[in-house]
T-cell receptor, first 116, second 112 residues
Framework: GAGVSQSPRYKVAKRGQDVALRCDPI?????LFWYQQALGQGPEFLTY????????KSGLPSDRFFAERPEGSVSTLKIQRTQQEDSAVYLC??????????????FGPGTRLTVT | SQQGEEDPQALSIQEGENATMNCSYK?????LQWYRQNSGRGLVHLIL?????REKHSGRLRVTLDTSKKSSSLLITASRAADTASYFC????????????FGTGTLLAVQP
């Protein structure tokens, strides 16, 4: 079946531009996560949704980062006024479980964001 | 911040050899997972071990967990060129069960 998909796969933005990254989780998955992966590092947690509710946004690095999942399926991560330090791969993951940290998460291919 | 570190940072072996990667973490955990990431692609789940387990096997994979030392190891036996990838351990910390905290990863290169 279809896995987690993300779009665009690559995004180049000029410093100061706003970007929107999309995640289509596996159909019916309750939990959705966003992670940020800098070059040569492991992914770092940004935010977590259970259906449409954003239950944890403790990993968002600044108020320029905003995520939503209005209908409990597709999610969008928006970064306003992008900075060079925002350059990274943004990974989306989903899980059919509510307490998803203790279960396998299904990852998308990621969006590679380059801010010039 | 990362949960912990993995060593070695990079490992190069010949096809058919075994590869061992180690992961250390900082806080008490419920579970530990290992993921593989091929170049330019998302992460794929390999195996999960619970905090009350000491060893687990899945095909050519063997995972151990030592909660007293806050460490885990992943052994890949009879490696293949297709095993070339980055390997990450990930934990869910007690009291924060809705996210994974990843290590820094080991880059494994299997030479044909």
């Amino acid at each position: 079946g279809a896995g987690v998909s993300q779009s665009p796969r690559y995004k180049v933005a000029k410093r100061g531009q706003d970007v929107a990254l999309r995640c289509d989780p596996i159909s019916g998955h309750v939990s959705l996560f966003w992670y940020q992966q800098a070059l040569g590092q492991g992914p770092e947690f940004l935010t977590y949704f259970q259906n449409e509710a954003q239950l944890d946004k403790s990993g968002l690095p600044s108020d320029r980062f905003f995520a939503e999942r209005p209908e409990g399926s597709v999610s969008t991560l928006k970064i306003q006024r992008t900075q060079q330090e925002d350059s990274a791969v943004y990974l989306c993951a989903s899980s059919p479980y509510r307490l998803a940290g203790g279960r396998e998460q299904y990852f998308g291919p990621g969006t590679r964001l380059t801010v010039t | 911040s990362q949960q912990g570190e993995e060593d070695p940072q990079a490992l190069s072996i010949q096809e058919g050899e075994n590869a061992t990667m180690n992961c250390s973490y900082k806080t008490s955990i419920n579970n530990l997972q290992w993921y593989r990431q091929n170049s330019g692609r998302g992460l794929v789940h390999l195996i999960l071990i619970r905090s009350n387990e000491r060893e687990k096997h899945s095909g050519r994979l063997r995972v151990t967990l030592d909660t007293s030392k806050k460490s885990s190891s992943l052994l890949i036996t009879a490696s293949r060129a297709a095993d070339t990838a980055s390997y990450f351990c990930a934990t869910d910390a007690r009291g924060a069960t809705n996210k994974l905290i990843f290590g820094t990863g080991t880059l494994l290169a299997v030479q044909p």
